[in-house]
């Protein structure tokens, strides 16, 4: 076993603070990664204060994992001493069900092993990465390419492959208008991904502050939704439209705002359920969707994609001990446009 350094949440609510644990030592199919930076997501603020029910403590949040490889196992194939590597949401799956099998593994019925908050098919409960390092089967590490900075590449494990498979899935591209609800983590990668596809990239907000970053991110376009003339300008205008906030709001005004057989995909995850008249859906065929990250082949396309489009996040690096701080903020909305901690100052 390998002694580790993190920072933990030891019970619902209370502050993170400094947590020694161990890392199993390197198998024949694992790669062993110094972790360099590590991203927070909205998720990990949910799941440190028990938000959605079912946490385990102490915990060790964290998935947006970037760093360099230190150590491969005697079968480990895909990986070298010195690679770029990440890890995103899951560390393993159960490999057989159908969705394994079609390369979706983030829909995994048989036993999906998040990085957190989660247990081992052996039971031992999993940590993330709010630590100096981690051990993870080389079948869930992605390549990080080799011209992305690694601070600000680390949210693409989350943030990024959370954009980039609906976008991908329900086809945005030339010709096609899409709206991106919330200028967030989420959100601005979502502005980011759909420019770099080229779709007509519309932002809804809730005011006009962010205006200038999304123009800067790639927005075409830029509206306010507490503004009421929006949702009348704007109707029946969206191929497709990808919701990134996780705060509480009514989606019944923003499915009015989609074309005839569009969809909405909602991605952010708020603490309650949202509320949501059928009527704007059967009166012109629209859909509403869910999308969770991506599959281990899907997030390492994306990870490419980013490459050749040096596409990465806008980022505030923090030191480990001011993660509290930065979850007031989140929370604040008072972050453009990710946190990510630098584990140097662990």
């Known amino acids: 076993m390998q002694k580790t350094k993190g920072y933990a949440a030891p019970a619902a609510k209370a502050p993170l603070g400094p947590f020694a644990f ?7 199919h694992d790669v062993a990664i110094d972790i360099k930076f590590c991203g927070i997501c909205h998720s990990d603020i949910h799941q440190a204060r028990d938000e959605w029910g079912g946490a385990t403590f102490p915990m060790v949040p ?15 194939t895909k990986f070298k001493v010195g690679d770029h590597a990440g890890v995103g949401c899951f560390v393993d ?20 092993v998040f990085t957190y908050n989660s247990k081992e098919h052996d039971g031992t409960p999993t940590y993330g990465g709010y630590s100096d390092k981690v051990v993870v089967k080389e079948d869930y590490v992605l390549h990080i390419p080799a011209n992305l900075p690694l601070d ?7 943030a990024g492959i959370t954009l980039y498979s609906p976008l991908m899935h329900w086809g945005a591209g030339p010709g096609k208008r899409v709206a991106i609800v919330g200028l967030g983590g989420l959100g601005h990668m979502g502005v980011k991904i759909a420019h770099a596809l080229g779709a007509e990239v519309t932002v809804l907000s809730h005011s006009m502050k962010k205006q200038d970053d999304a123009k800067r991110l790639g927005a075409d376009h830029f509206f306010a939704t507490s503004n009421p003339e929006t949702f009348g300008k704007l109707a029946s205008s969206f191929d497709l439209m990808v919701n990134t906030v996780s705060a509480d709001i009514d989606l019944t005004p923003f499915v009015t705002l989609l074309k005839v057989d569009a969809t909405m995909v909602v991605v952010g995850a708020p603490e309650k359920p949202a509320p949501l008249g059928v009527f ?10 869910g999308s969770c990250i991506g599959g281990i082949q899907e997030t390492q396309e994306m990870l490419d994609f980013c490459g050749k489009h040096n596409i990465v996040c806008d980022i505030e690096k923090i030191a480990m001990s001011y993660v509290n701080e930065a979850y007031e903020r989140i929370l604040k909305s008072d972050v453009r446009y990710r946190f990510v901690i630098d584990m140097a100052t662990l």
């Open 22 to 28: 161990e890392r199993r030592d390197v198998g024949d």
């Open 93 to 112: 799956s159960c490999r057989k069900c159908p969705q394994c099998e079609k390369g979706i593994e983030q829909y995994c019925s048989g036993g999906l």
């Open 152 to 158: 600000a590449a680390a949210p693409l494990l989350c």
């Open 62 to 76: 964290g998935h947006e994992i970037a760093g360099v490889v230190t150590a491969v196992g005697p079968k480990v």
């Open 280 to 289: 704007p859906l059967i009166m012109a065929r629209r859909s509403l969707a």
